[in-house]
């Protein structure tokens, strides 16, 4: 079993519950036009496009309710509002995600408390959280297997094995700055490539020694943060999606380029767009599934960027620049063995 | 099939050359048993001799025969052609007893590519025999009659005049443009190449394997061309014209079954009906020859010229597996003089980063 099996079977629930289909269909209102055929009657298409780049899945869309008025002053168009019903479905999902990244880390803050900020992929925000049951909107016991696996996996353990006295040495401030600071220079490099001063750690970095078990540390929690958030990440597009976005031999156009490094696995994909893959942004999930020149390619992906190319001689296309995720949902695996 | 350059200065008699080179019984002998026929008989071996040296006789005179009897030596020197390299390629003599064609009687005055001309025979035919081996299409026989017009339409090479000439037909060929980019390649066709058809889709669903080797077309007011992208890992599925440029092929609605016979099986049907006439219809041939004010006279002398030019070399590209195409250029030269590589471009904004960073320290010191 692995965290992305278990996380599927979550969502495999999710799609039976009710309370999906509300928030499916408040999305969709956000997403799309309207026209004659999705009952839409108001365009807050822009509403849902600022939340989707915003990148923090339920969180994207109350941070713009909250922020509207910045934006706006920004010289951006009109934010549209939401109603306050549908805003309380929005916190609901919201909350329901924070549940499971804290459930998730409940092993390992209880043995390191200032983690819980540093793995929590929201905490960077700022957003107010609200303790807002979820019971009422799923059973919350179906997050057990999840919490399990998550808790059995070998970056966990690595870091539950981490003494206190050294992770005690930095704030939880500090760590999360740490944090974002690496994970920003990282994803700066693009995807087929890892910061120079990684790229030899294999050799550089001992096998023991305090400054070891620090840096060492510090990967596990960028991979762990990472995990949760491409977890919360699933869990998201399982309420707005009935089918992840594939790439596949229907779309691809050409994979123009493929490598591993130290931090993972690259993939930059050309496709024409033609199904739900049109509206892919930073942070989604998707499926990569393709066979060229005898070499298959069936991985999980996070879209670290993608670019949608429209030319009246070349017509439409899309690049979609992809980091592979583990069987864990790790897109920075690689940093979890060094 | 991948693309083969030869060079020569006649391309027309280097690809006699070439074939006559499978009129010698050591060289045909070797051929048959390189593909595994390794007991063929003299009697087969001298069919096939026989048959390409009479095929280069007859090509030979119809270059000087006039309109009167050119199209009959052309399709007896293809029927010669097919089936020597017919024989030579399956490795047995192929049983053909008749043409494998019917004409419809012409009507007095009616254009050529009026001219009906109805498959039958289907065990030994000629068309039948010929089209089991050089076309995947499947049975003609049933199809029911096919018009000199639907095979005019059908060769690239001559799109254009046919366009011209027919003011009511529908091409059965759309040009395609490559167009190559640093990342990938796309195809193109002139939106104005489905002027005659009311319906786009239906023109792509009658294109034998388009939507297994081809992403969905992309057609708007926006986009300047219909715009084609191969799927990847997909078969090339068009044809060539001399020039080189790619065509795809639209396949015959026939008794409600797509058909797409290849390019050499209609051009022989054409072949057929053009050189059946004029030996056995002179009182509807001659009348058109001397008295033709539509223009179609000119797209017929030119559909003989590509048969001629493009049919010995179909037959080539088939022997050498690959689209031998012939040029003036020499050969044997690359130049990739021009051509920038990554290290190159590295190399260069490695010199201009440290000379920019020296420039900066010089500044500051």
Request: charged share 25%; hydrophobic share 35%.
């Amino acid at each position: 079993m692995s965290i992305k099996s278990k996380c599927f079977e979550l969502t495999n629930y999710i799609e039976t519950t009710p309370f999906r289909e509300q928030i499916n269909y408040l999305i969709e209102s956000l997403t799309f036009r309207p026209n004659e055929s999705n009952g839409i009657t108001e365009d807050r298409s822009h509403f849902g496009s600022l939340a989707r780049n915003h990148g923090s899945q339920f969180m994207g869309y109350l941070i713009i309710d909250n922020n509207r008025k910045e934006i706006e002053q920004r010289g951006m168009p009109h934010v549209p509002h939401l109603a306050s019903s549908e805003l309380e479905l929005l916190s609901k999902g919201h909350a329901l995600l924070s549940q499971i990244v804290e459930k998730c880390t409940e092993k390992i803050v209880s043995k390191h408390p200032k983690l819980r900020t540093v793995l929590d992929p929201y905490s960077q925000f700022g957003y107010p959280s609200h303790l807002i049951p979820v019971q009422d909107m799923i059973d919350i016991s179906v997050i057990d297997p999840l919490v399990e696996e998550f808790n059995s996996c070998l970056l966990v353990g690595k870091l539950l094995e981490c003494p206190g006295s050294l992770i005690d040495q930095r704030t939880a401030e500090e760590y999360v700055q740490i944090v974002l600071s690496l994970t920003q220079r990282i994803n700066r490099c693009g995807v087929h490539d890892a910061p120079e001063d990684f790229k030899d750690l294999h050799f550089k970095l001992p096998t023991s020694g305090q400054h070891a078990i620090i840096t060492r540390a510090l990967f596990y929690f960028i991979c762990l943060r990472n995990i949760l958030c491409n977890i919360c990440q699933v869990i998201y597009q399982s309420f707005i999606n009935d089918k992840l976005p594939v790439l596949d031999k229907d779309n691809v156009i050409s994979i123009t380029e493929s490598n591993s490094h130290i931090i993972g696995e690259g993939l930059t994909i050309i496709s024409q767009p033609g199904g739900n893959e049109f509206f892919c942004a930073q942070g989604d999930l998707l499926l990569v599934k393709i066979s060229i020149n005898s070499r298959k390619v069936n991985d999980f992906c996070i879209v670290h960027g993608v670019t949608t190319n429209f030319h009246r001689d070349f017509g439409w296309k899309q690049e979609f620049r992809l980091r592979v995720v583990d069987e864990d949902l790790n897109s920075f695996f690689g940093l979890g063995n060094i | 099939m991948d693309a083969k350059s030869i060079f020569a200065e006649s391309p027309e008699n280097e690809q006699w050359r070439m074939l006559l080179h499978y009129s010698y019984p050591n060289n045909i002998k070797r051929c048959l048993d390189k593909n595994g026929f390794t007991d063929a008989s003299i009697e087969l071996i001298e069919g096939i001799s026989g048959s390409i040296s009479q095929a280069k006789e007859y090509y030979d005179a119809c270059k000087s025969a006039s309109l009167q009897i050119a199209p009959l030596l052309l399709y007896y020197g293809t029927t010669n052609l097919l089936y020597g390299i017919g024989n030579l390629t399956t490795g047995q003599i192929n049983r053909i007893e008749d043409h494998g064609m019917k004409l419809g009687l012409p009507m007095p005055g009616c254009r050529v590519a009026d001219l009906e001309i109805t498959p039958i025979s289907p065990v030994t035919g000629a068309l039948s025999a010929f089209n089991r081996i050089f076309s995947a299409s499947g049975d003609l026989c049933g199809s029911g009659s096919w018009t000199a017009m639907e095979v005019l339409g059908s060769v690239p090479d001559i799109l254009d005049d046919y366009i011209n000439c027919y003011e009511d037909a529908l091409p059965f060929v759309l040009p395609v443009e490559i167009v190559k980019q640093r990342k990938e390649f796309l195809e193109r066709i002139e939106k104005s190449h489905f002027n005659r058809f009311s319906n786009v889709s239906e023109v792509f669903s009658n294109i034998e394997k388009f939507s297994n080797n081809y992403l969905p077309y992309q057609y708007t007011d926006q986009i300047s061309k219909v715009i084609l992208r191969p799927r990847v890992d997909s078969e090339d599925i068009g044809i060539y014209s001399m020039s080189g440029q790619k065509h795809l092929v639209i396949g015959h609605r026939k008794n409600g079954k797509l058909i797409s016979p290849s390019i050499i099986i209609l051009m022989y049907m054409g072949l057929y009906s053009l050189g059946f006439v004029c030996r056995y219809k002179p009182e509807y041939w001659n009348p058109f020859i001397r008295n033709d004010i539509s223009g179609e006279k000119l797209l017929i002398e030119k559909y003989l010229y590509i048969c001629r030019r493009v049919i010995p070399n179909l037959v080539l590209n088939r022997l050498v597996g690959a689209r031998v195409s012939f040029v003036g250029e020499p050969q044997g030269i690359l130049d990739y003089s021009d051509i920038t590589t990554r290290e190159e471009i590295e190399e260069i904004a490695r010199k201009e980063i440290r000379k920019s960073l020296e420039r900066e320290r010089m500044g500051s010191s």
